[in-house]
């Protein structure tokens, strides 16, 4: 029993040491606001002691007035104690607006300034990262730590600190009449406050334990209520099967909330009808005091207030080390996830970017296997993609071209073996600077819900390109006829979630996509099954176009059609891993191989596909 209490005690000490950077993180967001807040507090905790020691005037002096009739003496007696409370309450109201308005601006800033952490650490973290589920039950959970959290945690201190005002003013009123009082105030709250600590740990233990099913719920939600979810949905009647397995998980959560919430009730009770004891006990012992006369029906009344407000205040004080131990076990997620560092970064110095590849790339030994993984899916690995040339990769499913991209694209880096751009492995470049070398098609290009003028531009953001250059890469992409049919033609926003947008075909996207790549004009072009939405008199307009686009650059297509690698000046065929066929179109069907009976068996497809 001992060990385990020392190992929570030490677990909260380990929490608690986030309430600094905490702190630190509200002052950088919002310093000015959180001063005013600061300077409010203070006043806020001394105005309710203020009130307290102002009933005992106010009622003496009723006391001294009563039966002496209506008259200028007697108003006066009463007038000032009465008139000193009413300012008390006045202030105190225009405190509290004020302090409503002050908490609300910082809030605002502090949610953003954080959720602008959240969204730069997402970018600058590994793409790896993303492909991991402990990694997205660690962004759920520094989500849920994230502004809300954090706000709370500053709330909760801002409570503390002054309601330890408060406290202090009401104990020292109080000591005249027993010192042993103030003791007796503080011990009757301690329940309450255990109750508050050991229901927040199970709290914060049961969101730990249930990030997963939590995501899971969300992905429910998003199959439920996307639209590219919809048509399948409705087509093979998914809907009922996800809305089933969507209740049951909910109801689980729920049934485990609702009981934590139960026992949280019965807890509090208990400790509630221990403080009514304390209370009891003392005003007995206080109506004792003014029987025998020793004390005034002001003190009896002061001690009332003083007593009662002391108990809520004790009470709401102890309750707010409570929240801030629950709320600083959520903030630390956050700060968790901001520790994150990634493994794909800047040597310490990075080499300069060629501005036109000379050798081209080559891939030296490199194997590869993805994090949490054993078997490799590139062992010792060997390619060679010469500046200038047009390179297809060809080869079933799960033969690693996939993987070949993110490697390429340095998404990760190889377990052993290198990766070079003109001799020079590309870990001794500028991450950023590579990647800007790079123009990527990828299979299902990401539709930007923007305007066509903005799709095509965040291309290169690096510039502003012209209206001329955005309609020349329109027209170099094949797109620009589909653009000006349009309702506002360049103008128009795409995409169905916003109001006035048109959605495009997939192959329109594609193309679109294409756009972009020819104004971004990258020195090495990869393309992942570029032509797979588009219809096969599409595909020879699109491969024409490519041509143009690629001419005089290195430019590597993965794709399962062959009469896209047959345009190629070298053709891979990859399986298994291993790079096992390479040359031109007509060498590999000359060579019989694995190739040539891809493209018969192809070829009779189509052929019988257009009889």
Not at 376 to 405: E, H, Q, R, W
Request: glycine share 6%.
């Amino acid at each position: 029993m001992s060990r385990n209490f020392t190992t929570k005690l030490r677990s909260s000490i380990t929490q608690l040491s986030y309430l600094p950077q905490t702190f630190n993180l509200i002052w950088a967001a919002s310093r000015n606001w959180t001063l005013a807040w600061i300077i409010l507090l203070v006043f806020q905790g001394v105005l309710p002691a203020a009130s307290v020691y102002l009933t005992r005037l106010v009622v003496n002096s009723v006391v001294q007035v009563v039966g002496k009739g209506i008259s200028w003496e007697s108003i006066q007696t009463i007038l000032i104690p009465v008139g000193l409370m009413a300012g008390v309450l006045l202030l105190t109201e225009f405190l509290q607006g004020a302090s409503e308005w002050i908490r609300t601006a910082q809030s605002e800033l502090v949610q953003d300034y954080i959720s602008g952490l959240v969204h730069k650490q997402s970018i600058a973290i590994d793409f790896g990262c993303y492909e991991s589920s402990e990694y997205n039950d660690r962004l759920e959970r520094a989500r849920e730590g994230a502004g809300s959290r954090s706000l709370a945690l500053l709330e909760n201190t801002g409570t503390l600190l002054q309601n330890s005002i408060t406290l202090f003013a009401v104990a020292a009123i109080l000591i005249p009449y027993g010192f042993w009082l103030p003791i007796i105030l503080v011990a009757s709250a301690f329940p309450a406050f255990y109750v508050a600590f050991r229901l927040n740990l199970h709290q914060y233990q049961w969101s730990q334990r249930t990030t997963t099913d939590r995501r899971r719920l969300q992905y429910y939600e998003l199959l439920l209520t996307s639209s590219w979810a919809a048509k399948e949905l409705r087509l093979f009647n998914f809907g009922s099967y996800f809305q089933s397995a969507y209740q049951k998980l909910r109801r689980r959560l729920r049934n485990e909330q609702i009981k934590l919430i139960e026992q949280r009730t019965v807890s509090r009770l208990v400790a509630g009808f221990i403080a009514l004891l304390v209370t009891s006990a003392s005003l007995a012992w206080m109506g004792r005091q003014v029987l025998l006369g020793i004390i005034t029906l002001g003190d009896l009344a002061l001690f009332y207030q003083a007593f009662n407000q002391g108990q809520s205040i004790v009470k709401s004080l102890l309750g707010s080390l409570g929240q801030i131990y629950k709320n600083s076990l959520f903030v630390s997620n956050l700060f968790e996830f901001l520790k994150i560092k990634p493994k794909i970064v800047d040597p310490p110095q990075p080499l300069p970017i060629p501005s036109k590849l000379q050798q081209g790339i080559n891939l030296r030994q490199v194997t590869f296997r993805y994090p949490g993984s054993e078997k490799p899916v590139l062992k010792n690995f060997n390619l060679t993609i010469p500046a200038g040339k047009i390179v297809a990769i060809v080869g079933d499913n799960g033969a690693g071209k996939s993987t070949l991209i993110k490697l390429l694209c340095r998404f990760y880096d190889p377990e052993s073996g290198s990766i070079e751009l003109d001799d020079n492995d590309i870990r001794e470049y500028c991450v950023e600077a590579f990647r800007k070398l790079i123009t990527v098609l990828f299979q299902d290009p990401l539709p930007y819900y923007v305007s066509v003028t903005d799709n095509i531009a965040m291309g290169d953001l690096s510039i502003t390109p012209s209206q001329s250059e955005i309609e020349a890469s329109a027209r170099g992409a094949g797109i620009h006829d589909k653009i000006v049919r349009l309702r506002d033609g360049y103008d128009s926003m795409l995409g169905k979630w916003f109001p006035g947008g048109t959605d495009l075909s997939g192959g329109e996207w594609q193309r679109l996509a294409l756009a972009r790549a020819f104004l971004r004009k990258g020195e090495i072009i990869i393309l992942d099954e570029p032509t797979s939405a588009m219809d096969p008199w599409a595909e020879h307009d699109w491969l024409d176009r490519f041509r143009k686009m690629a001419n005089g650059r290195t430019a590597i297509v993965i794709t399962h059609r062959f009469t896209l690698a047959m345009r190629a000046d070298i053709i891979h065929v990859m399986r298994a891993g291993k790079i096992v066929e390479s040359g031109s179109h007509d060498e590999l069907l000359a060579l019989g191989g694995l190739y040539a009976e891809s493209w018969k068996s192809q070829m009779e497809s189509h052929h019988e596909v257009s009889v």
